[in-house]
């Protein structure tokens, strides 16, 4: 039995016939109960579930980061799901049952505000990965107190490092250190831009696969 929440015009949570009410971020939904399914492994759905376990899998270890990395594309949904949509439709590579990420096509922050220029990723020091770009200042919204929001990502370990707002956008460059456990394995590094106040944030950019040494 559904409950009526504001009255009789209002929105309503459970079930009233073949209708489904629920409230979710404070918006009223319905939708259609849902037809028992004859055969919920048909070859469209098994795909489609191995797919979804492969970008879930990548985004995982990057759960916090993408509260911030795609929080204004969070539009009636969570940050996660956001990055979910957008890695899912644009980020996959390969066949059933095989399916990778193509880590050259991901996003793990998005929006509009100036990225980088002419951004690289290398092998720094033992253990640390080396950041550059060019002063690109002079685009239209961006400024020189810009900060750097850098990630990298390691399959191998199914984990990140991240930092954010250590480096302004004029200096260039910027060095991350990584865990011990990570030498020898290669790493997926990106880089993007946020203003001072952390309010808008660039589109990431795939910088390179480093082997950490």
Same mark, same amino acid.
């Given at each position: 039995m559904g409950k009526i929440n504001s009255g009789i015009l209002g929105g309503f949570s459970g079930k009233v016939g073949t209708v489904v009410g629920a409230f979710w971020k404070g918006i009223a939904t319905m939708r259609s109960l849902a037809s028992s399914v004859s055969n919920p492994n048909t070859p469209a759905q098994l795909e489609q579930r191995a797919k979804f376990s492969a970008i879930v899998k990548f985004l995982k270890p990057l759960t916090s980061f993408l509260r911030i990395g795609f929080k204004n594309a969070a539009i009636k949904m969570s940050a996660f799901n956001a990055a979910m949509s957008y890695n899912y439709s644009h980020a996959i590579t390969g066949t059933y049952p095989? @399916?990778?990420?193509?880590?050259?096509?991901?996003?793990?922050?998005?929006?509009? @505000?100036?990225g980088a220029l002419n951004p690289v990723g290398e092998a720094g020091i033992a253990g640390a990965v080396d950041f550059t770009w060019d002063d690109n200042t002079w685009e239209a919204e961006a400024t020189a107190e810009d900060l750097s929001v850098l990630v990298v990502y390691n399959p191998t370990k199914d984990a990140a490092v991240s930092v954010i707002g250590a480096i302004t956008r004029a200096i260039g460059a910027q060095t991350i250190t990584l865990p011990n456990s990570y030498t020898g394995d290669e790493v997926q590094c990106y880089i993007a831009f946020t203003n001072a106040k952390g309010s808008v944030i660039s589109n990431s950019q795939f910088v390179g696969s480093v082997i950490v040494t």
């Amino acid at each position: 039995m559904g409950k009526i929440n504001s009255g009789i015009l209002g929105g309503f949570s459970g079930k009233v016939g073949t209708v489904v009410g629920a409230f979710w971020k404070g918006i009223a939904t319905m939708r259609s109960l849902a037809s028992s399914v004859s055969n919920p492994n048909t070859p469209a759905q098994l795909e489609q579930r191995a797919k979804f376990s492969a970008i879930v899998k990548f985004l995982k270890p990057l759960t916090s980061f993408l509260r911030i990395g795609f929080k204004n594309a969070a539009i009636k949904m969570s940050a996660f799901n956001a990055a979910m949509s957008y890695n899912y439709s644009h980020a996959i590579t390969g066949t059933y049952p095989v @399916f990778d990420i193509d880590y050259t096509k991901v996003l793990v922050s998005q929006g509009n @505000f100036p990225g980088a220029l002419n951004p690289v990723g290398e092998a720094g020091i033992a253990g640390a990965v080396d950041f550059t770009w060019d002063d690109n200042t002079w685009e239209a919204e961006a400024t020189a107190e810009d900060l750097s929001v850098l990630v990298v990502y390691n399959p191998t370990k199914d984990a990140a490092v991240s930092v954010i707002g250590a480096i302004t956008r004029a200096i260039g460059a910027q060095t991350i250190t990584l865990p011990n456990s990570y030498t020898g394995d290669e790493v997926q590094c990106y880089i993007a831009f946020t203003n001072a106040k952390g309010s808008v944030i660039s589109n990431s950019q795939f910088v390179g696969s480093v082997i950490v040494t």
